[in-house]
């Protein structure tokens, strides 16, 4: 693998203020239709259930992604008014250009997501990801593919981390089950995906 540290990681805590975080995280938890703990047929036909919830949108309804993960995408919808200032205030802080939202809801730390490695098809080219979470605390775990070297960022209420191109070529990334916590989380993906229009 080519060298790519994660010196190019960039944390930004300063996107909202504390009451826009309070707010958006009412507005997440209690307003948002979500898929929580879908079921789904695994491997030799064992049924298995994603230990999150989760919801997709889009900035336009002519945007389609996939995200190809265990029990299939989400539901997708086109974002409203709300979630596209989120999506705004994000893609200026950053100087990207996001045009879709996948909401993980973990209730507690028994909720988690497993190291992985997204898969980029339908990414524009050369464009990474950035995760904002609001909520309780709780590790974002990033893992280097080649050595296993690996670091936990504690991801705080309203931060959000930019994980740009290559790092999705050279790192796993998880939200590791942490039993003592009893809050709720929910953070918001972001990625740019080409368009069909």
Request: hydrophobic share 30%.
């Amino acid at each position: 693998m080519d060298n790519c540290d994660l010196s190019i990681l960039v944390i930004e805590n300063n996107i909202f203020t504390e009451d826009e975080c309070k707010g958006i995280f009412k507005y997440l938890n209690e307003e948002v239709e979500i898929e929580y703990r879908k079921e789904y047929k695994g491997m030799y036909g064992r049924k298995c259930e994603v230990p999150r919830g989760q919801a997709s949108f889009t900035l336009h309804p002519w945007i389609h992604y996939d995200y190809k993960v265990s029990g299939g995408s989400p539901p997708n919808y086109v974002m409203n008014d709300k979630l596209v200032e989120i999506t705004e205030k994000v893609n200026k802080s950053l100087g990207t250009n996001f045009n879709t939202i996948l909401m993980n809801l973990y209730k507690d730390g028994e909720d988690c997501i497993s190291y992985h490695q997204d898969k980029e098809k339908g990414w524009k080219e050369k464009t990474g990801f950035a995760t904002l979470s609001f909520g309780a605390e709780r590790d974002f775990a990033i893992k280097r593919i080649d050595t296993g070297d690996a670091k936990n960022i504690l991801h705080k209420n309203g931060m959000c981390i930019y994980m740009p191109y290559p790092l999705n070529h050279f790192y796993y990334h998880a939200i590791p089950k942490r039993k003592k916590i009893k809050d709720t989380r929910i953070s918001l993906t972001f990625r740019e995906i080409i368009t069909e229009k």
